[in-house]
């Protein structure tokens, strides 16, 4: 079974670019980054290998460079977000330390509840501290989609039965 590796060139080049269309910026460098070692591996050894790594890699951090530019690519947040952005956590750290530390004095049969419930509260913190710092990547935005979808009635619950036997 041979392997052809201008194929091989031009699926990396291929997923990199896949990966840029869907926001995964670092992860489309990374296949710029594969480029790069072929780029190096075919140097001297085979030109016609070379110039198409060497081509595709060009093309690929250039598409990189552009989203950079149209402010498309993973957005890096600033200093001033990112600071912000931990002192929410640590807040939200904090409010869920004080309401664990509560659980010693509170007065409940179901402490698992009361637990779940401190998680359920700073679950949702958390994500409404990224949507207000306006943050998007297809897993979160998926996660949004569901969370709304369960607040206003159009997502069902499963239906769990328990049988004893």
Not at 47 to 70: G, P
Request: aromatic share 6%.
């Amino acid at each position: 079974m041979s392997i052809n590796k201008r194929q091989i060139i031009e699926n990396v080049h291929s997923v990199g670019v896949t990966l840029l269309k869907h926001g995964e910026r670092d992860a489309a460098i990374d296949s710029a980054i594969k480029l790069e070692g072929m780029v190096d591996a075919y140097e001297g050894l085979d030109n016609t290998l070379y110039n198409a790594a060497f081509e595709a890699r060009s093309e690929l951090l250039q598409r990189i460079l552009h989203n950079e530019k149209q402010g498309r690519a993973g957005q890096q947040p600033d200093r001033v977000t990112t600071r912000i952005a931990a002192q929410a956590l640590e807040a939200l750290f904090f409010g869920l330390c004080q309401c664990l530390d509560q659980l010693k004095e509170v007065r409940t049969d179901l402490p698992d509840d009361y637990v779940a419930r401190c998680k359920a509260s700073f679950t949702d913190g958390l994500l409404n501290e990224f949507e207000r710092l306006g943050y998007h990547s297809a897993a979160f935005d998926r996660l949004i989609t569901l969370r709304d979808a369960w607040d206003s009635g159009r997502l069902e619950s499963p239906h769990v039965t328990e049988t004893t036997q």
